[in-house]
């Protein structure tokens, strides 16, 4: 069973700066694609920033130039630096790493979650 562990959320001023990590339970190499998804109150969960292992990064567009996704393989670990926050990033963020499994489908898997907030 893959276990995905959230740290490093919490509360931050406009303007302020936060870094997610997401330790996985297994090597990351394992995963087709990982990456970071959030929920805001009353709105659908959104991709944030995902990589594959093809190198290949996709951020949405609000968040272009101001997070960024990496990662540290040797410590199994993903991270998301979050600069420049603004309080419409305020929601629970979750990291998320998919396989695509032998039937071709895509396997899921969600940390429990890590709630931003960002207000003055």
């Known amino acids: 069973q893959v276990q995905l562990v959230e740290s490093g959320g919490g509360l931050v001023q406009p303007g302020g700066s936060l870094r997610l990590s997401c330790a996985a339970s297994?090597?990351?190499?394992?995963?087709?694609?990982m990456g970071w998804y959030r929920q805001a109150p009353g709105k659908q969960r959104e991709s944030v920033a995902t990589?594959?292992?093809?190198?290949?990064?996709n951020y949405t567009d609000s968040v272009k130039g101001r997070f960024t996704v990496s990662r540290d393989n040797a410590k199994n670990t993903v991270f998301l630096q979050m600069n420049s926050l603004k309080p419409e990033d305020t929601a629970v963020y979750y990291c998320?790493?998919?396989?695509?499994?032998?039937?071709?489908?895509?396997?899921?898997?969600w940390g429990q979650g890590t709630q931003v907030t960002v207000s003055s």
């Open positions: 990589f594959d292992w093809g190198g290949r990064t």
């Open positions: 297994r090597s990351v190499f394992r995963f087709n694609n």
């Open positions: 998320n790493a998919k396989t695509l499994n032998v039937g071709g489908n895509w396997d899921d898997y």
